[in-house]
């Protein structure tokens, strides 16, 4: 069994590479290409139900979906759960319940409810105050007694606010007890995270997410103090991608074989899902055709 703890898991290793996922499937697709952790994405799961990101679906739903990643993968899931569906005592809510549905870690924005996207067009956002955030995140490790790993997220560089901001909010955040925090940023190169790492204090572990930013390496990133890397979206990127190519070619040829070389075979697809265990199962615990026939012959 591998092990969930994220916090034991960064001890072991330098750096974690984590990858997004939006369901079960998603989910083992990281798993098999051999990322540390699986990023259950608020971006992901909400373009899967066809939404924006903008707290449009509930807590409910991140559980529900966060739940099924954890439970088909044998990686640590971290949920992304965007400003904790509100204030520090629904954070705490949202904490404790992530945290009995076995999920290792979540990370919660310093977003005011309901929170955009980072990287939606608009005005100037504004955040809540650092000093809310910062006793959110204690409320969040407060209900968990400690189990939960907590990420606290700042925008304030994607929000418009300064350098300086950014540094006060994520050092008040790891005072607030958070065991990580994450920086984000929109910039198309990756000088405003490079300038935070230099200026970082280092009091806990850093995350970033290099989604704008999308030339610099993860190795390059470690040598920032980068401790955990969340590539978000780019498994739901690919699969739009590789969806639209195979509808368009299918459409035009009218005929499926024209696929071939384009998807997965079947026996892919079963082995993803575990009908090999399946027939174990099937064997061990149906009864057999011939012990069927005869009691369907009394
Ligand atoms: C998400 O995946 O929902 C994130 C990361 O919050 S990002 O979309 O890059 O902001
Ligand atoms: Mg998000």
């Known amino acids: ?52 990101d903008a707290n449009i679906l509930d807590m ?22 965007d400003n904790g569906y509100g204030n520090a ?15 290792a870690g979540i990370c919660i924005e310093d977003n005011i409810f309901p929170k955009r996207c980072s990287f939606y067009d608009g005005t100037r956002r504004e955040l809540v105050s650092g000093e809310e955030h910062a006793l959110k995140v204690k409320a969040c490790k407060d209900a968990t007694d400690g189990d939960l790993f907590v990420i606290a997220r700042t925008e304030a560089l994607i929000a418009g606010y ?29 000088d405003q995270i490079i300038e935070f790492c230099d200026r970082w204090s280092g009091k806990v572990p850093l995350v970033v997410v290099p989604t704008t930013y999308d030339t610099i390496t993860a190795a390059e990133l470690g040598k920032l103090g980068c401790r955990i890397v969340i590539f978000a979206n780019h498994g739901l990127r690919a699969s739009i991608r590789a969806v639209e190519q195979a509808y368009a070619k299918l459409l035009a040829a009218g005929r499926a074989s024209v696929l071939r070389q384009d998807i997965v075979s079947l026996q892919d697809v079963f082995q993803l899902v575990g009908v090999k265990e399946l027939e174990e199962s099937e064997r061990k615990y149906l009864p057999s055709a011939d012990q069927t026939g005869a009691a369907a012959a009394l």
């Not at 088909?72 to 899931?77: G, N, Q």
């Not at 950014?166 to 955040?173: D, I, P």
Request: with cysteine; net charge neutral; aromatic share 4%.
């Open 1 to 52: 069994m591998r092990s969930k703890n994220v916090s034991r898991l960064l001890k072991e290793k330098d750096q974690l590479l984590a990858v997004g996922a939006h369901d079960a499937l998603s989910g083992r697709l990281g798993e098999r290409a051999g990322f540390d952790a699986i990023w259950a994405s608020g971006f992901q799961i909400s373009a899967s139900h066809g939404v924006p």
């Open 60 to 81: 409910t739903v991140q559980l529900e979906a966060s739940s099924q990643i954890a439970e088909a993968v044998s990686v640590p899931v971290i949920a992304d759960c």
């Open 89 to 103: 005592v629904n954070a705490a809510h949202t904490a404790r319940k992530f945290a009995r549905a076995g999920i």
């Open 162 to 190: 300064s350098m300086e901001d950014a540094l006060e909010r994520t050092e008040a955040y790891a005072n607030g007890g958070a065991d990580a925090v994450l920086i984000h940023s929109k910039e198309k190169t990756p």
